[in-house]
């Protein structure tokens, strides 16, 4: 199994353009979400979704938006990048439905690198 | 939402058991302790969880004490392969039905040949 699959690895960004960051699992995980990790930050939730049309906001959802049109994919759209956004994201994916139980294991990508100049 | 508090680094020897403190406090009583680890430049790995018994797998032990209040990460013997910041994370209830897992600075371990 491929497990969590992030794309691209690498991205440079100019202020002010959009993209998106790509995360996919093979593994019928009900449970996804979006981290960035910065120096000194540890890794903080962005976005997060229960199941395929439910998504919900975590510590820092400004300026990203997700949709979750099948249980396999959660991309992370970036709408208008600042520098601020420069950062390390992480996708990640765990078994459980909305009744989400505390003993579910997260599974992490291997991360995406993003620049914003 | 309940949080956790780590050490921000230890340090030990190769081959000397390593443990890592956690303190949970406001833990609720359906909350499961979880410890993660990242190695240099990789995401997250799941190491090890726990809910009121001391756990052990071929990675780490978990050890939870009685009031559940702190647990303890044990590396029996600590290889160089070790090194990496230690992540011990709370199941947090989010919004209604659902749940969100949020982690904290965890603990930088550095392995001394």
């Known amino acids: 199994n491929a497990g969590v699959t992030q794309t691209p690895k690498f991205q440079v960004l100019k202020t002010g353009q959009s993209m998106t960051l790509q995360c996919a699992q093979d593994?019928?995980?009900?449970?996804m979400s979006w981290y960035r990790q910065d120096p000194g930050m540890g890794l903080r939730l962005i976005h997060y979704?229960?199941?395929?049309?439910?998504?919900d906001q975590g510590e820092v959802p400004n300026g990203y938006n997700v949709s979750r049109s099948t249980t396999e994919d959660f991309p992370l759209r970036l709408l208008s990048a600042a520098p601020s956004q420069t950062s390390v994201y992480f996708c990640?994916?765990?078994?459980?439905?909305?009744?989400?139980?505390?003993?579910?294991?997260?599974?992490f990508g291997a991360g995406s690198r993003l620049t914003v100049l | 939402d309940a949080k956790t508090t780590q050490p921000n680094s230890m340090e030990s020897n190769e081959e000397e058991p390593v443990h890592l403190p956690c303190n949970h406090s406001?833990?609720?009583?359906?909350?499961?302790i979880h410890w993660y680890r990242q190695l240099p430049s990789q995401g997250p790995e799941y190491v090890i969880h726990?809910?009121?018994s001391n756990v052990n797998n071929r990675m780490a032990s978990l050890a939870i004490a009685e009031d559940r209040k702190s647990s303890t990460l044990i590396l029996h013997r600590a290889t160089l392969r070790d090194a990496a910041v230690y992540y011990c994370?709370?199941?947090?209830?989010?919004?209604?039905?659902?749940?969100?897992?949020?982690f904290g600075k965890g603990t930088l371990l550095t392995v001394n040949p």
């Open positions: 990640a994916s765990s078994s459980g439905t909305v009744y989400f139980a505390g003993a579910n294991v997260l599974t």
């Open positions: 994370i709370l199941r947090d209830k989010g919004g209604g039905s659902n749940y969100k897992l949020t």
């Open positions: 979704s229960v199941g395929a049309g439910i998504t």
């Open positions: 593994m019928n995980h009900e449970y």
């Open positions: 406001t833990i609720s009583g359906t909350d499961y």
């Open positions: 726990g809910l009121t």
